[in-house]
């Protein structure tokens, strides 16, 4: 079954500090991967994509079939990143662009 | 408009009852989608419009949702006999095409439902 596993609910780092949000997937063909964020009473949003391989906002995301991972980074944590953040998965080439999200990690950056 | 407007903002019903949800999407956006997110959890994928047809309805948990797109522009969720697990935001999304493209999904603020 296709599934996204993000298995941290809260990750609480300190403004300056190194960010790594994990995600893994199941998926036996090729997928897509993309990070979502939600900043508070904001709509849901794309943050990246693995095929543009970009640094959006300082965050970066490599995906590793190997693993089946797909962690986005961060070398320094601002205050306002703090948002949830969400992984989703789609087929690559499919015929739609129906997303699997994961359950969301909340950053907490303190200050 | 600039972004998915989706209405009502918040609904709270007795159980039972029936109710409509609707979704504007952005203008020119021929694929639509309904995810439901319940509290903790991430969007869960209910249904997919290509134009006016429902390309996939795999995620509808049941008989009692149904959703249209009668002109390929607004669609609604209808929720019948709603039960209190049906509590949820109910998140709508569009994009520009599907297949071979970016994915890029651009969300609506959500249309929170309370069943009592």
């Known amino acids: 079954a296709q599934r996204v596993t993000q298995p941290e609910k809260l990750l609480s780092v300190f403004k300056g500090a190194p960010v790594e949000l994990k995600c893994n997937y199941s998926y036996s063909g090729s997928p897509e991967l993309f990070w979502y964020v939600q900043y508070s009473r904001q709509r849901l949003q794309l943050l990246l994509r693995h095929i543009s391989r970009e640094s959006i906002k300082g965050f970066t995301a490599d995906l590793n079939k190997g693993e089946t991972s797909f962690h986005l980074k961060k070398p320094f944590a601002q205050e306002e990143d703090s948002a949830m953040y969400y992984c989703?998965?789609?087929?690559?080439?499919?015929?739609?662009?129906?997303?699997?999200f994961g359950t969301g990690t909340l950053l907490a950056v303190q200050p | 408009g600039a972004g998915v407007s989706q209405t009502p903002s918040n609904k709270v019903t007795e159980k039972g009852k029936y109710v409509e949800l609707r979704c504007d999407p952005i203008?020119?956006?021929?694929?639509l989608y309904w995810y439901r997110q319940s509290l903790g959890q991430g969007p869960e994928f209910l249904i997919y419009?290509?134009?006016?047809?429902?390309?996939?309805d795999s995620g509808l948990p049941n008989d009692r949702f149904f959703a249209v797109r009668p002109e390929g522009s607004v669609s609604t969720l209808k929720i019948q006999r709603t039960e209190r697990g049906d509590s949820a935001v109910y998140l709508c999304a569009s994009s520009l095409r599907a297949g071979a493209s970016f994915g890029e999904l651009f969300f609506g603020e959500g249309s929170r439902l309370t069943v009592l």
């Open positions: 419009f290509q134009g006016t047809g429902a390309a996939d």
């Open positions: 203008s020119g956006h021929t694929a």
């Open positions: 989703a998965f789609k087929n690559y080439g499919g015929a739609t662009n129906k997303l699997i």
